[in-house]
């Protein structure tokens, strides 16, 4: 065979490699939709259920080491979160009254 093949293959397989690479890395990880989901359904006033799906995305965030900004994100959202659920059933209580 002769050179310029070997580096026509060798071109090719490195095109296809940094195609994989590519998609690879733009596709959307479970925790980046569950995150998505909680600000949807906190952004719609559904408070427990965005706790519990920022919850779940925590979790699938504890497979990636290397996403350290993103967990400590949805931790403080939880945080705030907690703080408006309580705020809201203590004004509930109070207006009961």
Known sequence: MPFYYYIFLFVLVLIILI????????RK??????FMEGLKQE?????NEAV????????QTGKFK???NF????ISKIRVLHTLIEYEGT???????
């Open 19 to 26: 195609v994989l690479l590519f998609l690879i890395a733009t």
């Open 29 to 34: 990880n479970a925790c980046d939709l569950l």
């Open 43 to 47: 952004n719609l006033g559904h408070l």
């Open 52 to 59: 519990i799906i920022y919850e779940e995305a925590l979790i």
């Open 66 to 68: 290397f996403r350290r």
């Open 71 to 74: 967990k400590y994100k949805i």
């Open 91 to 97: 004004f509930r209580k109070i207006s009961n009254q």
